[in-house]
């Protein structure tokens, strides 16, 4: 592979319009969400950008420095796309990187990172995979993406974790190298019918996993005492949803759960408030909006239902300001969203994971520590993360975290808590 293949090195320098590097993270100190319908929601009465933008710094070392040999390891996902792009979790890894590098490092290493951004293309993911295998990478930390059926294959003949991903296929709640934070079709969707009662669903058409998504929600809605009345299966980016909206008011839905990309929510919005039931409350997931994001949606936004396995970022809660504190001074110019607090969560699950291994770091080292995780505490962005027996979701061993927080986006975009604290979405 050349030199402008899938990574390459980058010291201390910014760079432009590359796709994938490697980059050098030392020195001084520098991502299933659920769509869970609140309670009083439906009338219930039951109780992006290229995976280049971001900077490397040179390895000067610092009196608290690591002095164990560096190990490698992948910041994976779909950074950017032609469709949709999440770099936030691109830059909490680095960012998490670098702070703890210069803290003293990972049980005496510092990390190496590769950023590998799949675009979308299974064909490039496929490429990453085996750049993570031949680079000797001890593991890869995921954030949003819709490969893992290409990769894992790849990572588990290799003995390789996959670490942090959110997870959205059959392979990423099966493998046995695959330790997720987030879980979209079990624990997103499935998470719907949590206190709801009557509710319509507007999905795109995500092609393979688009009927595991329905089933889930509405195995979720079944389990919960709830009832899907509609399930609107649209196109991607239609001209107008307000057909779909009226189909599903027609049926009799008292909530709309938008399953769609982030950029067609505000046309969902507006089309809802057009409607003959323009009070009729949306219901999605805290990852499909940056902080500024929800701001820019403005009163339209007001109302609106959120749920998150993690906080939002706005939350004054500790670890939240620090981390944003620090992703921010990594890259000033850096979105910030659930994406953000999950790619931080997945480096310190690696953390906790490199604290139990002694000896060599090997890929199988450090998988067999992170399959023996009780309790590990992902820096307190998440529940505590438990490896040693099968999560609790049928058919998905591999979700150990089904534990969502639930949100209500008030005047100028803040997310005023509504649960307390972490609910569960199975039983």
């Not at 998490?96 to 993911?125: E, I, M, R, S, W």
């Not at 709830?226 to 239609?238: A, D, P, Q, R, Y």
């Not at 099968?390 to 005023?416: C, D, M, Q, Y």
Request: glycine letters at 10%.
């Amino acid at each position: 592979m050349s030199a402008g293949g899938v990574g390459q090195r980058v010291r201390a320098r910014r760079e432009k319009g590359a796709v994938h590097r490697r980059t050098w993270l030392s020195g001084a100190g520098v991502l299933a969400v659920g769509v869970v319908l609140l309670v009083s929601a439906c009338g219930s009465s039951a109780s992006g950008g290229s995976a280049s933008n971001s900077k490397s710094a040179s390895p000067t070392g610092s009196a608290s420095a690591a002095s164990g040999s560096a190990l490698k390891i992948m910041a994976f996902g779909q950074f950017q796309a032609s469709t949709f792009s999440y770099p936030e979790g691109r830059d909490a890894i680095l960012a998490a990187v670098q702070y703890y590098n210069a803290q003293g490092g990972f049980n005496g290493h510092k990390l190496q990172v590769t950023v590998c951004n799949d675009q979308g293309n299974p064909n490039l993911a496929r490429q990453c995979a085996q750049q993570a295998v031949s680079d000797g990478d001890v593991a890869v930390l995921g954030s949003y993406s819709q490969q893992g059926p290409t990769i894992l294959p790849i990572l588990q003949a290799a003995h390789i974790a996959y670490v942090g991903a959110t997870a959205q296929s059959p392979a990423d709640t099966t493998s046995s190298v695959s330790f997720p934070l987030e879980g979209l079709n079990q624990v997103v969707f499935g998470g719907i019918g949590y206190g709801a009662t009557i509710t319509g669903i507007l999905i795109e058409n995500y092609g393979t996993t688009t009927p595991l998504a329905e089933q889930s929600v509405e195995a979720g809605m079944a389990i919960n005492g709830g009832k899907v009345v509609k399930i609107e299966n649209t196109g991607s980016n239609l001209s107008s949803y307000a057909p779909a909206i009226s189909v599903m008011e027609s049926a009799g839905a008292q909530c709309v759960a938008a399953i769609m990309p982030p950029d067609q929510i505000p046309v969902i919005f507006q089309e809802m408030r057009q409607s003959s039931d323009p009070t009729i409350p949306m219901i999605n997931a805290q990852d499909s909006f940056s902080t500024a994001a929800l701001k820019q949606l403005g009163p339209v936004a007001d109302g609106m239902i959120l749920s998150s396995s993690t906080y939002p970022p706005s939350s004054t809660k500790a670890p939240v300001p620090m981390v944003v504190s620090e992703i921010k001074k990594y890259e000033p110019s850096a979105a910030i969203s659930q994406f953000s607090l999950q790619g931080w969560a997945a480096v310190e699950l690696l953390k906790d994971a490199l604290a139990k291994v002694s000896g060599t770091v090997t890929p199988q080292a450090l998988l067999t520590a992170l399959s023996s995780l009780t309790n590990a505490s992902t820096g307190g962005l998440y529940p505590p993360y438990t490896t040693t027996h099968a999560g609790p979701v049928p058919n998905a061993p591999r979700i150990f975290l089904t534990k969502v927080l639930i949100f209500k986006v008030g005047s100028g975009g803040s997310e005023i808590p509504v649960s307390k604290g972490f609910v569960s979405v199975v039983k």
